[in-house]
Structures are given as structure tokens and as C-alpha cells.
């Protein structure tokens, strides 16, 4: 059976995308939650039905051929319309049952969605929502797989991410800001300040791993970081805010934590900012969404917050 007519599963297509993405079929395996050598297979099977290579294994990491690479765009917008196909169809059968799907940050999903969606359901009436919650990193991989329609994050201007390379709109719906944080001291003061260090004392530093959305906007947006001339230690690291900022209430550190997890505590005097304005990151909270057409409810609340109809 030769390629025009050899049977074609869907699956190679959304394995072909992830391969394209990582450029290492462990990783990618790994996302696509099979086995590495069934994985290989099915790109294997898929180059068999298009009739020639995608990928050319000989680089490292993997790379697109050029016909992959003019397979992939067209894929992409493939794939994309058949979920907004199913999403329609499905919302026309029964609308309410449909309902809204996001992706939020762990500190987003807490911090800010119970609110701000209380306030979108004052006009969009009540909905249905189904909300998943995890890393940035985990969060823009159910967008880019349309697990999800809308993805919740926070965001800087120096750090693009995969989104705005895939073409995802974005619109920003609020603000907040990374603040260095510190527990005070016995005498009710901070027991140190980022502009006034001695040189011989080294600063504990509470911080996010690497992969960190948070940390690598810090990384990006604030170059200082962890302080030029100012000594550092790294005491503790940890993906999530809470968890920084639960150490650096007991004391153990300086954190950068958004001001909207550290609001009560700033105001109830457990926590003091450490350092002058030019410590802070302004960031914004985004909604990244769908590039196809979404359910009618989808695109009303994009609508809402300010999209532009149909984008």
C-alpha cells in the first residue's frame, strides 16, 4: 500500500508536532505519554505515508527536513481547525455542558482567578469551568496541545515565550510585580536592605529553579539579579511562590514574590520589601487563548477582557 492510499492515524500528527517542538524523541515521547519506540514508529509510519523524510536525524538535537518544515505549518492549522470543529459541534449540542477551559499557574489558579472570574461571571452570567493547574512550562503545553482554551500566566516583555512564537493572541488583564521580601527581624526591622550591604555579609537568597516561569522572568527583566556587587548565597530554591514565600516567613531569606501573594502580609507587617524600586519587576497577568475559533462562551469572555473579535 503506498502513500496516497495508506491508512493515516491522527496521532502521528500530534506525536509529529511534539518532535518538531523538542527536537529529541525521548522528550517528546515523554510528552505524548507513550513509549519511545512506539513513538519512533508512529513518525516513522507517518513518513511513510507522506512518502518523505521530516525529520533529518543525523543533528542534534532533531530537525525539521524541508518538507517537514512546509508539512508543519499546514499541520498545525490542520489540527487546529478540527478542534475547533469538535469544540463547536459539541458546544451545539449542548452549550452550558461545554463550558470554559483554562490553564493557570499554580500562584494565578490561587491568587487571582477565584476573583477576576467571579467579576467576568457578573456579565457573562454563571459557567461551567474546568481548571487546570501546574508550571508555566506545563500550562503552555495544554494550549499548545488545545487541551485548553485560555491559558492564565504572568508575563514580561523580555522574556517571549512559545506562545507568541505559535502565534497564540494574548491580552493583558491586570498587573502585579516581583518584590524582594524579607521577614523582620526581632527588633521589627528588616534584617538587611539591597541597598545598603556590607561587603562582607552575604545575603541568603530564597529562589526559583531554573525552569521557573517566575525565575526566568526575574533572570530576563531584572539583569542585576541576584544583585551585581551584592554577595548571595542560594539557601533554598523551589518552583512555587508559596513555597518561597512560607520560608521566607520563617525567616530563612530574601524572596522576589509577586506582590499579590505578599499583599497582607506587607500590610500586616510579617513581611517588608527590601529594596528600592529598582529591585521590583513589573510584570503582567496574561490571557493567552486559541488561534481558531472557540464556542460561543470561549469568545464572549475573550470578547470581554478586551480581544479582538475573531482573533
Given at each position: 500500500m503506498g502513500p496516497g492510499n495508506r491508512?493515516?492515524?491522527?496521532?502521528?500528527?500530534?506525536?509529529?508536532?511534539?518532535?518538531?517542538?523538542?527536537?529529541?524523541?525521548?522528550?517528546?515521547a515523554q510528552a505524548r505519554h507513550i513509549a519511545q519506540p512506539a513513538f519512533s514508529r508512529h513518525i516513522k509510519s507517518l513518513e511513510e505515508w507522506t512518502g518523505v523524510p521530516l525529520f533529518d536525524r543525523s543533528e542534534h538535537p532533531t530537525v525539521l527536513t524541508p518538507a517537514g518544515q512546509r508539512f508543519k505549518?499546514?499541520?498545525?492549522?490542520?489540527?487546529?481547525?478540527?478542534?475547533s470543529a469538535r469544540s463547536?459541534?459539541?458546544?451545539?449540542?449542548?452549550?452550558?455542558?461545554?463550558?470554559?477551559?483554562?490553564?493557570?499557574?499554580?500562584?494565578l489558579s490561587l491568587a487571582f482567578f477565584p476573583a477576576w472570574f467571579s467579576r467576568v461571571e457578573q456579565t457573562l452570567g454563571p459557567r461551567t469551568v474546568q481548571m487546570h493547574s501546574n508550571d508555566l512550562a506545563a500550562c503552555e503545553d495544554l494550549l499548545l496541545q488545545r487541551s485548553v482554551q485560555f491559558l492564565l500566566c504572568h508575563?514580561?516583555?523580555?522574556?517571549?515565550?512559545?506562545?507568541?512564537?505559535?502565534?497564540?493572541?494574548?491580552?493583558?488583564?491586570?498587573?502585579?510585580?516581583?518584590?524582594?521580601?524579607?521577614?523582620?527581624?526581632?527588633?521589627?526591622?528588616?534584617p538587611f536592605h539591597l541597598d545598603d550591604v556590607p561587603p562582607d555579609q552575604a545575603l541568603p537568597l530564597l529562589?526559583?529553579?531554573?525552569?521557573?516561569?517566575?525565575?526566568?522572568?526575574?533572570q530576563a527583566g531584572l539583569p542585576p539579579l541576584p544583585g551585581g556587587d551584592?554577595?548571595?548565597?542560594?539557601?533554598?530554591?523551589?518552583?512555587?511562590?508559596?513555597?518561597?514565600?512560607?520560608?521566607?516567613?520563617?525567616?530563612?531569606?530574601i524572596a522576589w514574590l509577586p506582590r499579590s501573594l505578599v499583599a497582607a502580609e506587607l500590610q500586616g507587617g510579617q513581611l517588608a520589601v527590601a529594596g528600592g524600586d529598582e529591585w521590583a519587576l513589573p510584570m503582567q497577568i496574561r490571557l493567552y487563548r486559541q488561534p481558531m475559533e472557540m464556542t460561543e462562551s470561549a469568545e464572549a469572555l475573550w470578547s470581554l477582557v478586551g480581544g479582538a473579535p475573531g482573533a
Open positions: 491508512p493515516l492515524d491522527l496521532e502521528w500528527l500530534e506525536d509529529f508536532l511534539a518532535l518538531a517542538e523538542t527536537g529529541n524523541f525521548s522528550r517528546a505549518p499546514l499541520l498545525e492549522e490542520l489540527l487546529g481547525r478540527l478542534e463547536l459541534a459539541r458546544a451545539a449540542h449542548d452549550e452550558a455542558a461545554a463550558g470554559l477551559r483554562f490553564a493557570a499557574t499554580h500562584l508575563g514580561h516583555p523580555a522574556m517571549p515565550g512559545r506562545l507568541e512564537a505559535s502565534g497564540h493572541p494574548m491580552q493583558p488583564i491586570g498587573e502585579d510585580t516581583l518584590l524582594p521580601v524579607v521577614a523582620l527581624g526581632p527588633d521589627g526591622a528588616p529562589a526559583y529553579h531554573a525552569s521557573s516561569g517566575l525565575g526566568r522572568m526575574l551584592v554577595q548571595h548565597q542560594t539557601v533554598f530554591s523551589s518552583h512555587h511562590a508559596v513555597v518561597l514565600k512560607a520560608m521566607a516567613l520563617e525567616g530563612r531569606g
